[in-house]
């Protein structure tokens, strides 16, 4: 093990133990060798290591026992979906999954909007589906198409979707910029949200699942180009 860089020491020494972890070379449920020798390992002091497991534990990776001392954690088996952000730092292969999940409950947001949506929620989605027109930049574009998701959320009523649904986009986060195919133009992305949002308005949830799924299809597909052509 080399030694590390002592500007943002503890900042460095996290990201290290956490891509340690996310390889495999500290197992789950392995236990991480004894603090003073990871210390002498990576030359820093163990305050230092303390204060990085400290970071692991609360993101999920690491759990500490008094007398027993730092064990991995088997995030896949006890974590949740706040450690897809880190996961998708880790392997953009996660986004995959997370493309098939949003397909699913975006499709189902959207039908459980469209039966339960209030006028307040109508109302919401009309301001934000037009600030997706109005926006003038590609990012402007893709944050307020986001704000529309999370409207739709809101107008199920059900806290949860709302969670999971800035759980998905907190997970884009790493490759957003890899992402932004979509927002390019914003009568396109519009266009493609629109139908969406008259659905809900309408309150036909079959209308509105089909639409969701027309959306949620073609804009993945436009990321995923996006995605290959950033990897070549």
């Known amino acids: 093990m080399e030694a590390l860089p002592r500007e943002s020491i503890v900042d460095v020494l996290e990201d290290r133990l956490r891509e340690e972890i996310l390889a495999g070379r ?16 990576y030359g820093v002091t163990r305050t230092t290591l303390k204060h990085a ?5 609360q993101a999920g990776l690491l759990e500490t026992r008094h007398g027993i001392g730092t064990r991995v954690r088997d995030y896949e088996r006890l974590g949740g979906v706040d450690l897809l952000p880190m996961l998708v730092r880790h392997d953009a292969r996660w986004l995959g999954e997370i493309f098939e999940v949003r ?17 307040a929620h109508r109302t919401r989605l009309r301001e934000r589906i037009e600030a ?15 704000e529309v998701h999370r409207a739709l959320a809101r107008a199920t009523g059900n806290r949860v979707y709302v ?13 957003r910029r890899h992402l932004s195919g979509p927002f390019q133009d914003p009568e396109e992305a519009h266009g493609r949200l629109e139908p ?5 308005e309408a309150g036909d949830p079959a209308a509105a699942r089909e ?15 996006g995605l290959k052509a950033a990897t070549r």
Do not use: K
Not at 31 to 39: G, H, K, S, Y
Not at 211 to 225: D, G, H, K, S, V
């Open 211 to 225: 639409a969701a799924e027309t959306y949620l299809t073609a804009t993945e597909r436009i990321m995923r180009a």
């Open 53 to 57: 497991f400290g970071r692991l534990v």
């Open 103 to 119: 397909r699913g409950v975006g499709t189902l947001i959207a039908g459980t909007a469209a039966s339960r949506a209030t006028a």
């Open 196 to 200: 969406v949002v008259a659905a809900v």
């Open 163 to 175: 969670l999971l649904t800035n759980t998905l986009f907190n997970a884009y986060l790493p490759m």
């Open 132 to 146: 997706v027109r109005e926006a003038e930049q590609p990012d402007a574009v893709q944050l307020a198409d986001a």
């Open 26 to 41: 500290h197992p789950a449920g392995s236990l991480l060798p004894p603090e003073r020798r990871l210390a002498e390992g």
